[in-house]
């Protein structure tokens, strides 16, 4: 567990957050945004923000930001969509909170307590707050749109090559080369521009 930070409680609201032991270098506003590029470690930390739970289990964070990235509820979320929430949180999310000393994380319990550091994220979470679970939906649509460009990219290719080898299009060698070289190379670009976009990945 890496050190915590020492900052003063909550008082707005009067909940109480897990004490910090050890004083720990303040999160430069590089850490902050860097914490907050993604859309999971946002909704996870203003989940945290919102409820008034000193503890709550990992598996009730996951339901919570995957009902919100595909908008609809908890309980309409499939098994598929709660599992692509999860194993990313598990593995990558949280470890990185904890590590940050924005949370306490029981990896084997399955159990995240909220530290006082938490509260510095308030005020940068602010312009999120109007936006609707849609937007997170249309940024996932855009995303899988994007990085749907390799499936076309082959298939344009595929067509390029049988056309040129029935004689139905009189291309030579380096041109037909050339032509798929720019295929993929655009759907490269269509691809991590749809991720960067969504901002749903698990990038540290």
């Given at each position: ?89 598990y593995q990558s999310h949280l470890?990185k909170l904890d590590k940050k ?94 991720f960067s976009f969504s901002g ?5």
């Open positions: 567990m890496s050190p915590q930070s020492t900052l003063p409680p909550r008082s707005s609201t009067g909940s109480s957050r897990a004490p910090t032991a050890e004083e720990s270098p303040a999160l430069s506003q590089d850490e902050i945004f860097h914490i907050l590029q993604t859309n999971r470690r946002r909704d996870t930390i203003q989940y945290l923000l919102d409820i008034d739970d000193e503890t709550v289990r990992m598996r009730e964070i996951a339901e919570h930001v995957a009902a919100r990235e595909h908008n609809t509820t908890v309980r309409e979320l499939t098994s598929a969509q709660r599992q692509r929430v999860y194993i990313p949180l470890p000393g924005v949370i306490e994380y029981n990896k084997s319990r399955g159990i995240v307590r909220a530290t006082d550091r938490l509260e510095i994220f308030q005020p940068h979470l602010e312009p999120y707050r109007d936006e609707s679970p849609q937007d997170d939906a249309d940024r996932s649509l855009v995303a899988y749109l994007f990085s749907d460009y390799y499936t076309t990219a082959i298939a344009a290719s595929t067509s390029l090559l049988v056309a040129s080898m029935l004689g139905v299009l009189a291309l030579s060698g380096v041109m037909l080369g050339t032509i798929i070289t720019i295929l993929f190379v655009l759907a490269t670009i269509g691809t991590n521009r749809g749903t990945g698990t990038a540290d």
